[in-house]
């Protein structure tokens, strides 16, 4: 029979890559009662700071969340700075965990690249990255990664053999920049293309994750032909393919070029 015994956090010696969490109580007579797959589906609904912390509680739920489980998929949000992140993929590799990490997801985090690259570069069966929320990061610095690496033989870089997909919101990166776009652009006829997808942030007031050319539909992405916003009503926004060849097929759209609206080059009424 197992008594009702209350374990604080602080009682516990079991080392954690993070500082400075709040102390907490747990009735381990509570999780003692429940099975092991109910406990499993509690972590997967926890990132990564809270299930670490979770597991230094008791011994059972140590031994009930083993580090093939609870390192499979990992989710981080923005209460892990990118100091404790740094942190925390030594922690990772001390404990030899990072070969069980097949899907990261970032969260609002103010991830940088070179997180990115060094997730990469450390966890040899990753399948997934996810990164909802990062501006600071550079998508020309991932992909030349990419494909250096893919070109080297040297046994030193990472081969990223079950590698599927790095899925980023449209924001990430910040607006579009040319010289960047293009050798993106590059990389990504090196690499299979569909390595990276992208998505949409929770933001509804984004302007790129929420931009869509107004005369064929297509969202915006960073490595698109040039987008151009029409300069008289500063509302409509166009990409560079249809502006290619509206300006094509368009005689009085090419002549009057600096004298007629982006919208009216479309037919479409300037507000």
């Known amino acids: 029979m197992v008594e009702n015994t209350v374990i604080s956090t602080h009682d516990l010696s079991i080392a954690s890559p993070f500082e400075q969490i709040q102390p907490y109580a747990l009735n381990i007579s509570q999780f003692s009662h429940l099975p092991g797959d109910v406990l499993l589906n509690i972590a997967e609904f926890l990132d990564l700071r809270s299930l670490i912390t979770l597991r230094t509680v008791s011994r059972l739920l140590y031994l009930t969340l083993p580090n093939k489980t609870v390192f499979n998929k990992i989710y981080l949000t923005n209460n892990v700075s990118p100091i404790q992140f740094d942190k925390l993929l030594i922690f990772l590799e001390s404990i030899k965990a990072t070969q069980f990490i097949r899907q990261v997801t970032f969260y609002e985090m103010t991830i940088t690249h070179e997180s990115l690259i060094s997730v990469l570069t450390r966890c040899e069966n990753l ?14 610095k991932i992909t030349k990664s990419l494909v ?17 997909s790095l899925v980023l919101t449209r924001c990430v990166g910040g607006p579009r920049r040319n010289y960047p776009a293009q050798k993106v652009n590059q990389d990504l006829q090196i690499l299979k293309k569909h390595i990276i997808k ?8 984004c302007e790129l994750c929420t931009k869509r050319c107004d005369h064929c539909g297509i969202q915006y992405q960073f490595w698109d ?10 509302k409509r926004n166009f990409c560079g393919v249809c502006v290619y060849n509206v300006s094509q097929n368009n005689v009085n759209a090419r002549n009057g070029y600096f004298r007629m609206s982006m919208c009216q080059m479309f037919g479409m009424p300037c507000f």
Do not use: M
Not at 127 to 140: A, E, P
Not at 225 to 234: D, E, F, L, P
């Open 148 to 164: 250096k690496w893919q070109q080297e033989n040297s046994n030193d870089s990472p081969k990223l053999e079950h590698f599927k």
């Open 225 to 234: 032909y040039y987008w151009i916003t029409c300069s008289w009503c500063k």
């Open 127 to 140: 399948r997934h990255i996810s990164v909802y929320g990062g501006k600071n990061v550079k998508l020309r």
């Open 198 to 205: 992208l998505a949409e942030c929770d933001d509804l007031s």
